[in-house]
């Protein structure tokens, strides 16, 4: 009995943290994708027919005046 534990003694004791660490393989992942939302640049919704200085008021439904536009009193 004292020469198996003196023998298990001496194995344990031969093993090197090196070895028991190359034993336990890591699995290496690869890095996670990112993936980004399309980029749309912010664009003014203005007519085909406006000259690109000219001030627009929007009044919907496709209805557009320009600013410089009175009430009409």
Known sequence: ?????LFV???I???SPAEAAARHKHKVRPPAVVQHA???PAV???PAWAAP???LTDDGYGRFLPCD???GR
């Open 1 to 5: 009995m004292h020469r198996l534990a």
């Open 9 to 11: 003694a001496v194995v």
């Open 13 to 15: 004791a031969g093993m």
């Open 38 to 40: 399309p980029v749309v």
């Open 44 to 46: 003014a919704r203005r």
């Open 53 to 55: 200085q000219q001030c």
């Open 69 to 71: 536009v009175g009430d």
